[in-house]
């Protein structure tokens, strides 16, 4: 019995026993396994369980990422120069015209500007926006934006203080030519400058601040005069005279007015009418004060008249207009003519408000697109080494 129970284990430890096929197999392709050998369908190839993942960034992502920074970068430049700025320096609206001082400078420039000209520019309705306004004497050369909310702050001192960029560089410079163009502004010349072009046959004009302009055969001149047998005459009520139709009795007995003539314009305290007479001014003050009616006040009344610049006709005593009315020389001080305006080629714009100081961000901005274009600089000359200047690998026939 004990040798019975001994001889299982005297099989299994024998030498003489042979492996078993299984064993024997896969021992033999371990040991026998070379470098670039075949590896059974069945068996795991340790050069691939070896492995380790690496990240690797695409050709294409860090090409992309350093063009965006480059554009990024080049686009940021003129804020990277301006925020170097120091003190503004006082420039006037010539030496800024002539192109005496460069772009993005920080400038306090001084000039007068001619409002009559002012754009608004915004983006929706019910914003302020900007108001776009020429410097006078520049011939629309220079020009100033400033803030269009009526509650900003009143500007210090006489100039105007900002940073200077050229017009075509900033977003609304296409709006602001349409604008001008479809609705010119009026120019404004004095009689002597009317009667001498007129006289000479020229169309070169020059403005009351100096900008010349050219003047077309179809534009319209407009002139605005004192009409001297017409004044307005407002009355205060009071204890004496309380309402419009006490006045208006009043003024019937003086002879100022007719009737039954009802007010031109009325309220609760006043009350307005036209009073056309010669010399209109003196007689009805001299009416007013024979009957005592000290409660009132005279303004005088404007007259508009409008003409062709081709059919305005010069005479010795006055300028005629369209409807044959003779508007004396004396009465004919300053001549609107809407003549077709156009903003010339490089035209600089003062941009108030835009300070250095409050461009601190930019430095930070630029540093940080020059650090990640360097990495992914770095990322793309290894991608294309590894792509196009590495071994390799030959593939199987």
Known sequence: MHDRMREPTAMASDPDDKPSEATAGGEAAAGAAEPGA???????DPELVSLRPRTQIGLITSLAVVVL????AIR???DWRFVG???????TAAEVAAGKVGPDSHIELTGVLDRNAAVRVRKTAGIPGLRV????????RVWVVMDGDPWAP??????????LRPLDDLPFAAPLRAQIRREPPARYI????????????VTALTTVTGDPFEVAPGDTIEVVVEDPNAVNLVVSFNPRLPDAAAWATALVDAGLIAVGTAPDASSDRLARWEVRRPDAFASVTAALEKATLWGARLEPVSRRYRAVWSEAQLRDDGLVVADGTVLAWPAV??????????????????VTGELPERLWYVRWLYGLLVVFGCLFAWALARGIKREFLGPKLPTPA
């Open 38 to 44: 075949p590896v059974p369908e069945d068996a795991v």
């Open 69 to 72: 920074c480059l554009t990024l």
């Open 76 to 78: 940021l430049w003129p």
């Open 85 to 91: 700025e120091g003190k503004p320096v006082r420039h």
């Open 133 to 140: 306004v020429p410097v006078a004497g520049t011939a629309d």
């Open 154 to 163: 009143p500007r210090e001192g006489a100039g105007y203080v900002g940073r």
């Open 190 to 201: 004095t009689g002597d400058e009317l009667r001498r072009a007129r006289t000479e046959g």
């Open 333 to 350: 001080d300053v001549v609107a003519v809407h003549a077709a305006r156009r903003i010339p080629g490089g035209a600089w714009v003062v």
